[in-house]
């Protein structure tokens, strides 16, 4: 039994460095070394030169490669959060993309308003076409049609602006983030727990290890699709400027960094795609199981939603304090005071 666990956590932890890691670097990796066997830096590419010819060489090179490539997934994997942050829009850190970012939060605002008013036209026209009265068969038949061509439109509208975080009460002024990645993981991170009155990003660390195994699965599913988007939009993107050097001499060579760029798009597009069905997991995560924190933490269960939301703007308070605004000794005595703690379901 413990062996067969152990195959089975083995593969899956295989499968996401293959998928995340391994495939996204070997992309980078191979190309480079293709460049260089085609002798692409020193002048005019030869693409001959790249074909398999002496078998013992080509199997040392292959190995190398392999080696360079483990290496690389292994040194790169403990930045796997700061690169998924810097594809969000998180450029504080840098003077150029610093000063770019406010620029591209203003256009990402406009857009959000755009989708907004867009969705309200087209449902007021919608609106008046059901209620325009027509004379004739093929006059109902052709409303009909620009009907659902508007309703299909006002649906696309409405997936669009759901990826961008909305205004609430405790936050009516949530700020976007410069890219459509970042917006769209924002509006988990800023809705899940924040529905029940949960702080999501202080909670989310406190509720993961609680979770069903198939939500888990789903869930770990998820955020490796995103993580796997994102490595491959980076080794696109450094594919392309690679072969911006390598090729710059080449004009019929230029659809390979054109290529390369489309790739990356593609796959930030997947990014994207991804980083929406993780947001959906994060707040079934939060549906499902949000009293199974409160059981965790020997809290009294909640009878009415008013008292759940209470006790969980509490223990976000808690949760989100820091010792060096708040005094971390007796913590507890001061945020959580009132509350009475359940330990009904502790053995004798």
């Known amino acids: 039994m413990w062996f067969a666990t ?12 293959l998928i995340a890691g391994l495939l ?14 085609a002798h692409s830096f020193s002048g005019a590419s030869d693409w001959n030169l790249p074909l398999p010819t002496d078998l013992k060489t080509d199997l040392v090179q292959v190995l190398f490669a392999l080696l360079v490539i483990t290496l690389l997934t292994v040194l790169v994997q403990p930045f796997q959060v700061r ?30 308003e755009t989708l907004a008013a867009r969705i309200n036209d087209l449902g007021d026209r ?25 309703a299909a439109a006002r649906r696309r509208a409405t997936v669009k602006l759901e990826q961008y975080p909305r205004p609430t009460e405790q936050d009516p002024q949530t700020p976007l983030l410069p890219t459509a990645l970042g917006n769209a993981l924002r509006t988990g991170e800023t809705s899940a727990g924040e529905r029940y009155g949960l702080n999501t ?27 796997a988007a994102a490595n491959f939009c980076v080794s696109f993107f450094v594919v392309a400027l690679i072969a911006v050097v390598a090729l710059a001499d080449e004009p ?8 390369a760029f489309s790739l990356c798009c593609l796959s930030y597009l997947g990014s994207v795609a991804a980083a929406v069905t993780f947001t959906t997991y994060l707040r079934v995560a939060y549906d499902l199981h949000r009293f199974d924190l409160v059981k965790a933490l020997h809290h009294k ?4 939603p008013a008292e759940e939301y209470e006790l969980f703007a509490s223990l976000s308070e808690f949760f989100r304090a820091e010792s060096a605004d708040v005094i971390a000794d007796g913590l507890v ?7 009475l703690y359940d330990h009904s379901a502790e053995p004798d």
């Open 126 to 150: 919608i609106g008046e076409l059901r209620d325009s009265a027509v004379e004739t068969l093929q006059e109902q038949r052709k409303r009909q049609r620009y009907q659902a061509r508007m």
């Open 252 to 259: 019929k060579a230029y659809w390979i960094p054109a290529l």
């Open 301 to 304: 269960l909640p009878d009415t």
């Open 83 to 112: 690169m998924i942050r810097l594809l969000e829009g998180y450029w504080e850190g840098w003077w150029l993309t610093a000063r770019i970012a406010p620029v591209l939060v203003e256009y990402q605002t406009r857009k959000r």
């Open 24 to 37: 996204p670097n070997s992309v980078t990796i191979v190309f480079v070394w293709l460049l260089i066997r």
């Open 201 to 227: 990003l202080a909670s989310w660390p406190r509720l993961y290890p609680l979770l069903s195994e198939k939500l888990a699965t789903l869930q770990a599913s998820a955020r490796d699709s995103l993580d």
């Open 333 to 339: 005595l001061d945020l959580l005071a009132d509350r």
């Open 6 to 17: 152990l195959l089975t956590s083995g593969a899956a932890s295989f499968g996401r460095i």
